[in-house]
């Protein structure tokens, strides 16, 4: 239940909402908790989290299931904030496992995404994710070079990760 802020708050002011979405995802990640690609819940809040926008104002909203960007719902209700509130920023956490032909749609809907990986190599993609990484990576390049929104990608530092993403990063800009 959402309350007023009060004087033993942290002060300052909250700008961020951090939205989780549908739990509905096509991966079949090793650490997954809700049971994916399995998932068949119904997420229904929509009209409250509009609600809850209508109230906060935020600057920017961060969405995150599951993988939103595979539920149409989700981006129904994502392409409905941004009309209705066309100055908040969007942000989306995803696997980015979706066909390029997707990206500039979604370049258009989402101010920046952040692709997580859990490795760059096929093999340790497919093991531990279910995915195949060549689709990720043609995903992440299309939205990189469409230039209309920031793309980060989170992974897990080490000698091996950094060289791969430096291999994919000087193809992706050149």
Not at 50 to 78: A, H
Request: proline content about 4%.
């Amino acid at each position: 239940k959402l309350r007023r802020k009060n004087h033993e708050d942290p002060t300052g002011e909250e700008r961020i909402l951090n939205i989780e979405l549908s739990l509905v995802c096509q991966a079949d990640c090793a650490m997954c908790c809700v049971g994916a690609p399995d998932y068949r819940g119904r997420y229904d809040r929509y009209d409250d989290l509009t609600q809850l926008v209508r109230s906060q104002r935020p600057d920017c909203i961060v969405v995150q299931g599951g993988e939103v960007l595979i539920q149409p719902r989700s981006i129904e209700w994502v392409q409905q904030i941004k009309l209705a509130f066309p100055e908040i920023k969007l942000f989306v956490v995803t696997n980015g496992n979706l066909d390029a032909a997707q990206a500039p749609a979604l370049g258009a809907l989402f101010d920046s995404f952040v692709v997580s990986f859990v490795g760059f190599q096929p093999e340790t993609y497919r093991a531990i994710m279910g995915l195949d990484l060549q689709k990720t990576l043609a995903f992440v390049q299309a939205l990189i070079e469409q230039r209309t929104s920031q793309v980060t990608l989170k992974f897990l530092i080490t000698a091996l990760n950094l060289h791969e993403i430096a291999l994919f990063l000087n193809a992706a800009t050149q």
